[in-house]
């Protein structure tokens, strides 16, 4: 059900590092059509940041949001609940998140894709409030699995580097990277490490929508392989934001809208 004064749309991105360097959706796809920009909502919890409405070459209605790197004053986990609050009220059932992320398998190099199936949150900061509430989160499959294959697809199309469709995150709650000695602990939580996918995929749970994350590997983490050098992380979030955002394109129209995935079994009514 769409509530009144928000544009409908099925489905959304919310954006982070990856896509920085470039304007998305217009630079990595000229058929891409921007119907509305800078769209700011007021929520229950607060003023949300700016959204873009578009729509892809295949004609789907997709709402956008830069989520990382947020807004002084304001929270992640408020900006977070503003943004999905936002999203429930336009009625997106699917949803894709990027970022850059380091590794902590010293197996994974710059510039590999992972498209995580399982993350260990760690963050410390971001208040869980729930957007709709009144739900179990059932969180054993927390990415689907539908959505998670078109990025592996697309990815394989696209990538620099390779291609990996399952890994665990491990979710930090940053802004500044994490030591020698907190990665020695974090590196047998998981294959990488970065400070988006929470609460964005608990939140996508909780409103009913599907989720799949789509990383590059920007860095090694401090003391896997060798130290990661500014200027390499900065030409691969300049050079490769087309092709991520190439990805998530190709993928948002490779999703067969009939295909059952299973998600909207693990939210269950609350027994409290």
């Not at 929270?75 to 997106?92: A, C, D, I, N, T």
Request: hydrophobic share 40%; with cysteine; proline share 5%.
């Amino acid at each position: 059900m769409i509530s009144a004064g928000f544009p409908e749309a099925a489905w959304a991105v919310i954006g982070g590092s990856g896509t920085q360097g470039c304007s998305f959706p217009e630079d990595a796809n000229a058929s891409a059509r921007v119907l509305e920009d800078d769209l700011v909502f007021e929520t229950p919890f607060g003023s949300s940041p700016p959204f873009m409405l578009f729509e892809t070459s295949a004609g789907r209605r997709c709402m956008t949001v830069r989520l990382h790197g947020w807004r002084d004053s304001v929270s992640r986990g408020e900006s977070s609940r503003q943004v999905f609050w936002v999203l429930k009220q336009s009625g997106v059932r699917k949803i894709f998140s990027e970022a850059g992320v380091g590794s902590l398998n010293p197996l994974l190099d710059p510039r590999d894709i992972v498209v995580p199936d399982d993350y260990v949150d760690l963050t410390t900061h971001r208040d869980p409030t729930p957007v709709v509430g009144g739900h179990l989160l059932i969180m054993r499959d927390p990415v689907c699995t539908a959505l998670s294959q078109a990025l592996t697809r697309a990815a394989g199309k696209h990538a620099q580097g390779r291609v990996f469709g399952r890994g665990t995150c491990v979710v930090t709650e940053g802004p500044r990277f994490e030591s020698r000695a907190e990665i020695r602990m974090m590196k047998t939580y998981g294959d990488i490490i970065g400070q988006s996918m929470c609460p964005e995929v608990w939140l996508s749970r909780d409103i009913g929508a599907c989720y799949a994350a789509l990383y590059i590997v920007v860095n090694y983490a401090e003391g896997i392989v060798k130290d990661w050098e500014h200027e390499v992380l900065k030409k691969i979030f300049m050079d490769d934001a087309i092709n991520q955002s190439r990805i998530i394109l190709d993928a948002i129209d490779a999703v067969d809208d009939s295909e059952t995935c299973g998600c909207g079994d693990l939210r269950k009514p609350t027994l409290l």
